[in-house]
């Protein structure tokens, strides 16, 4: 029996959890979210209590048993509280600033990026250095992250970039002068 699946989901006050034809939908106080399903898992609701079954034990059953429970989860957290995704633009001169849904990094490239954020994702900057990524999807959140983690990565020697807050740079020694 998979440990994740059989765990129960406990919907908070405010979230409501419908199960229609092969597709699940999350209302909460911060929006709405539908996931469609196969067929090998079943939803079951009890007062405020959500479980996943499994309809048998076929690999594929089993797979999808433990991915549905996680994914409802994170549509009920999401939903109620939200996620997000903190980095940290580190180098001289290196900033972001934002106009509308459009971000601009300067990263020490002859030229700035412009970055357009996604509809239901919402990217919040602070003191020029500090990059909040917020929205209700997980997996969008995750997403616009590492986009724009990507667009400088941080490099192991002085560390300059754009990294995640709580990510540890492991640093390299620069070589030494021929002495």
């Known amino acids: 029996m998979s440990r994740i699946g059989k765990k129960p989901i406990e919907l908070p006050q405010g979230v409501k959890v419908t199960f229609g034809d092969n597709l ?12 469609d399903y196969k ?7 009890e007062g405020n209590v959500v479980t996943v079954n499994r309809v048998d034990d076929s690999k594929p059953s089993r797979s999808y ?3 549905y429970r996680n994914l409802l989860a994170n ?3 999401g939903v109620s509280k939200g996620f997000t995704k903190n980095l940290v633009i ?3 001169g ?11 990094f300067n990263l020490g490239y002859s030229t700035q990026i412009e970055y357009v954020v996604p509809e239901g994702v919402e990217v919040k900057i602070d003191s020029n250095t500090k ?3 917020l929205g209700i999807d ?11 983690r990507g667009l400088r990565p941080p490099e192991p020697y002085k560390g300059k970039g754009i990294k995640y807050e709580e990510e540890h740079i492991r640093r390299k020694v620069g070589k030494s002068g021929v002495k």
């Open 90 to 92: 580190n180098g001289v």
């Open 24 to 35: 699940f939908t999350v209302e909460g106080p911060k929006g709405k979210l539908s996931q």
């Open 131 to 133: 990059v909040a990524v």
């Open 138 to 148: 997980k997996q969008k959140v995750g997403q616009v992250a590492a986009e724009i």
């Open 65 to 67: 048993h433990g991915l």
């Open 75 to 77: 549509m009920v957290e």
């Open 94 to 104: 290196y900033r972001a600033e934002t106009k509308g849904n459009i971000v601009t």
């Open 39 to 45: 067929p090998h898992v079943t939803f079951a609701q």
